[in-house]
């Protein structure tokens, strides 16, 4: 059995959905593993990680569209220390996740044709993200 981890950091440019899979695979060898798991831990709260269209620009502009007018900025909200996107962010992040598994098959994400890996920047001033990732197999 295999075991590899490594935390990186990831920036995104702005607020928005960004496709990551390239920035994951340049940061961990998985050519040795023919059969196991990735798995992605993002450490934050006002950030997500999700797995959609890795081609399109405009899928990644619908879904912040969407996750905007789902959970708007500017409601009242308790909390609201950071700002009025602070609350937003924080469950935009619930609803979306921070964690994702991806099978590895034949050293390769088995993942279908048209899916990527998204970092989902929920806050107006992006920080660096911090990502685990781990793998394991054989």
């Known amino acids: 059995m295999i075991f590899k981890q490594k935390e990186i950091t990831v920036k995104a440019p ?4 960004f496709v990551i899979t390239d920035e994951i695979l340049s940061s961990i060898d998985i050519s040795d593993i023919n059969v196991g798991m990735m798995n ?8 997500s990680l999700t797995i ?5 620009p405009d899928v990644r502009v619908d879904m912040e569209n969407i996750s905007n ?3 708007p900025d500017g409601y009242i909200y308790e909390h609201s220390l950071e700002g009025k996107d602070d609350m937003p962010a924080h469950f935009k992040s619930s609803m979306f996740g921070v964690s994702l598994n991806i099978p590895i098959t034949n050293g390769r994400l088995n ?4 899916q990527g890996i998204y970092l989902n920047e929920h ?8 990502i ?3 793998v394991y197999g054989q």
């Open 111 to 114: 993942l279908g044709t048209w």
């Open 52 to 56: 959609n269209e890795n081609v399109s």
């Open 132 to 134: 685990v990732i781990t």
């Open 40 to 47: 992605l831990f993002l450490k934050h709260t006002s950030a």
């Open 14 to 17: 702005k607020r928005g959905f």
């Open 123 to 130: 806050r107006d001033y992006p920080t660096g993200r911090n």
């Open 69 to 71: 007018n789902l959970i």
